[in-house]
């Protein structure tokens, strides 16, 4: 976002000019409030990244939601089966207006090495994902790594109102 | 010191067909008929108090050629004497059926559902015998070896 400032008028109450599509972004991509759809392993550097060590909060991610109609980003972590799918499409489908979708570890990107009949190959196939975290699982920086990128795509995004 | 398996054979002279070790660990392969009156004996009899049925599998010969084609896998343990044992009973495909052990162990009754789940092994006068792991929808038993390991069947998304 572009922020300017006139010197002279600042001091004097202070105002700046941006786009609105820019400021909404910017308000968006700080205040994440995740869902964590904690299935597997995956959690555990789930759990890691966001706790005090590496802390999500840092980015303004810090707060995650256990209900689907307060949360802004679908954090889907470990492996789903075939048996769990209906469900995170449910949850999906209850977000409210505008989401996003992480896929957090192999298993959400593609299945990982579970080629076989109990494993959903990507949970792309049924929901759209908006950013990829390969890993198995992922390091804590690349978690980061990929919040990171999704706060870029938010703010570069048409923002819905 | 004579092991379990051979106080079995003495026991039940014509129901143990074999038996084996390794590892410290015996092993009895049984007749359908006598498991029940086997597992209710290793349980109750002082010299065996095997007070707890560890896992219940079994193991698909299809590749292996064997025949009959099934072996389904009974684990025990005993926590006082500190020792295990493991009946074996050879299952014919045509005739896929086991007796339960609900009655002597309550676990019997989920390991089971997985094993009709995952091999389509019967187990007569089980209470309750539905699938464990997969959903009511899903056809055939992926554990058999000629299920397709890439086959899937999935409730939504798409299909292969
Ligand atoms: S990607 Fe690896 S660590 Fe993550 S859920 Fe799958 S198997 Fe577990």
Known sequence: ?161 | MPGLTDWLKERFPSDVLETHAAHGDETAVVTRASLPVIAAHVKQDPAFDMNVLVDITAVDGLTMKWNPRFEAVYHFLSTAQLHRLRLKVRVEEKDAVMPTLTGLWPIANWFEREVWDMFGIRFEGHPDLRRILMYEEFQGHPLRKDYPYNKRQPLIGPRN
Not at chain 1, 38 to 57: F, L, Q
Not at chain 1, 80 to 101: E, F, G, N, R, T
Not at chain 1, 115 to 136: F, M
């Open chain 1, 1 to 161: 976002m572009e922020m300017k400032t006139d010197s002279s008028q600042a001091s004097q109450g202070g105002y700046l000019t941006s786009r609105l599509d820019e400021m909404i972004g910017w308000a968006r991509k700080y205040s994440i409030f995740q869902y964590p759809f904690v299935t597997a392993c995956c959690g555990m550097e789930y759990m890691s990244t966001a706790c005090s060590h590496y802390d999500v909060d840092r980015f303004g991610a810090g707060l995650p939601r256990f209900s689907p109609r307060q949360s802004d980003v679908l954090f889907v972590v470990g492996t789903i089966s075939h048996k769990m799918a209906p469900v995170l499409k449910m949850i999906y489908d209850q977000m409210a207006d505008p989401k996003w979708v992480v896929a957090f570890g192999v298993c959400t990107c593609t299945g990982g090495f579970y080629d076989n009949y109990a494993t959903v190959q990507g949970i792309d196939t049924l929901i759209p994902v908006d950013v990829y975290i390969p890993g198995c699982p992922p390091r804590p920086e690349n978690v980061l790594d990929g919040l990171i990128k999704l706060q870029e795509k938010i703010q570069r995004q048409k923002q819905e109102v």
